[in-house]
C-alpha cells in the first residue's frame, strides 16, 4: 500500500490488530464534498468522539455533516488499545468516574440497539503490582493498591482485593499475585461502530468562523454552512493556550497470538513509570490476539526503538504459551495537566464546540462528548459539563506542580531551537532524520533517504513554532508540543509533496 493511501486509512505507518477482522477495504465508503453544503451541525472528525457526538444529534433529530480529513476511523481510533474503563488513569474523581461509567454503558446500550456486532463485552480489571512477590518493592505497591480500593469504595465505586488473585493462563516465572478488582469495566472492537449520517471523507477543515452562522471552509474550496461546528479532531484546533496546558504522549502496542481459553477474558493494568495494559480481541476459530500496550513517553522526549521488543519480553515473561506477535503500532495521546479532557464550547465563541485532551480514556471520552456537546447544542444543563468546561481554571490550577513540569517540557523543546542533533550532515543514518542548526538561520530537519540523498526541510512545526523530533519506530517526525495524529505517519517526503514542510534546497 502507498504511503498515501495509508496516511488516509490510519495514522501511523504499521496496521493495528483491529484490520484484522475489519479491514480498511470493508469500511464503508463516503464521497469527497464536491459541492458547498448547509446543514444543522458541522462536526469536523470521524473519530469516536466525532461519530458519538453526530450520532447523538441525529438521534435528537439534527440534521448533521461530518467532515473527516483522511478516511473514516483513520485518527487514533484506529490505533488505540480499546479498553473501555472508568478506572481513570490518576484514580477516582466521584462524579469523573460516574461520567465514564456512563460512557461505557452507552456503548454497550448502542451496539445492542443497532446490533453492531463489535465484541463488546463487561469483564473485570485487574490493577496488579509491576513487581514480582520476592521483590522488596511488591509489598509496598501492593499496600497502595489496598489503599486506592478502600478510596475506591467510599465513592461507591464496585472494587475489592484479592489476596492472591491469580489470572488463568498467568504461567510465567514473574509472580505478581494480589490485586484490585474493578467490576463492570469492558472492551469492544474499536472500529465496527461506522458513521451512518451523511459524511465526507478526505475532506480537511481549513478554517471555522462564526457570522450569522458558523463557515466551515475546507481544503479543496467548498463551505459548510451551520448553526453550530464541533471540532472533535482530537489535536486542539483552537487557541495555543490549550497546548499550554496538555502534554502529548507517545504509547506503543503488539498484539499477540494466544490459543482461545487458555487466558482469562480481563482487562490486566500494573501501575509502572513505564505502565503495561492487556485485553483479548478475536483472531481466529482457534486462536484471540492478547493486546499489550502501554510504554509510554513524552513525544520527543527518550529514546523510540526497542518498544515493541520490550512488551513482548514482558508478555512472554508472563503468559509463557503465547504465540507470534502478528501486529505492532503505536500513536499519541494527549493529556491535559488535571487529568480532565475538554468538553464543551470553546474559549472566547458561543457556536464553536471542542473536544480534546482524552488521554488513555479517550474512548468512554469520546463518547461522553457526545451526549455534553449535544445537552450543550440544545441548551440542557449537564452535571458533568463544567467539569470538562474548556475554560475552566481552577483544575488546571490545582495542578501547578505538573504544570511546571509540563513547561519545562515545553521549553525544552523551544531551547532545542539553538542546538544540534548532529554535527554534520554525514552523522545521519540512510531511511532516518536529525536536527541541525546552522546559525543565524531557523533550524532544519535533515532527511536522508535509502538511496543516502540528503533532504532538508525546515525543523519548526508551522503551528506552535516547537521543532520536531525523530521517531525511529515510525520512521518520520513528532511534532513535541502538539502532534498530528493525521498527519503524523506522513513519510519526510510525503510531507514535502503535501506542502507540510518547506523544502530548503
Ligand atoms: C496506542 C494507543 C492505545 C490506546 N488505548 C486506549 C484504550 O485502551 N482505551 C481508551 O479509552 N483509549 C485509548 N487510547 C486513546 C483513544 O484511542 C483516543 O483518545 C481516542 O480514540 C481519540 O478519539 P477522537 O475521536 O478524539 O480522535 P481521532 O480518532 O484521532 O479522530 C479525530 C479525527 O479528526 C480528523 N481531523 C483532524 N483534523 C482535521 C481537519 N482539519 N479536518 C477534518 N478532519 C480532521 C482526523 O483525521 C481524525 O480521524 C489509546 C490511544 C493509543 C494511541
Redesign the pocket.
Known sequence: MSHSTQSMNT?GETD?VWVHLMPYSKYPQFPTLNRHVETDICV????????SIAYELVDRGKRVTM????N??????????????NYLEEGYVGIEENSHTWALRRIKEISRSLHIDCEFRMLPGYGISQYSRDDPNHEKEVAGLRKETEMAKTIRVPVSFREGLIIKGWDGSSDQRGGAIFANQATFH?TKKQPNFQCFTQ????SAEERVLVQVR?ANGYTITAADVVK????P?QKLGVFAVMESMR???IAIRVRRGSIEDCLICNGAQDYK?V?LTECDEKNDYLVV?GYDHRVGQMNTSGRFEELEAWVRERFTHAGSVDYH??????GPVDFIGFIGRSQGKTHTYN??G?????????VL?GCLIADEIQGKINPCASLYNTNRLSSVAKSMPWMWQHDAHVSAHYKRQVQSDMEGIEDVAAGSGEVMKEVPTDPIVVYKDDGGKAHRFSALCPHAKAVLSWNDTKKGWDRPVHD???RSNLKPMDEYAKGERTQIV
Not at 44 to 51: E, K, L, T
Not at 203 to 206: A, E
Open positions: 495514522s493495528p469536523v472528525g470521524a473519530g469516536i468522539a466525532g461519530i467532515i473527516e480529513a483522511g473514516v476511523l483513520s485518527g487514533v481510533t484506529s490505533r488505540t488499545g480499546s479498553h473501555l474503563s474499536p475532506t480537511r477543515m481549513v475546507t472533535a479532531t482530537c489535536v484546533q504509547t506503543y502496542c495494559y485485553r500496550g503500532w503505536s500513536g499519541q495521546v494527549f473536544v480534546t482524552d488521554g488513555g480514556n479517550g474512548l468512554t471520552h469520546g462528548a498530528s495524529p493525521a
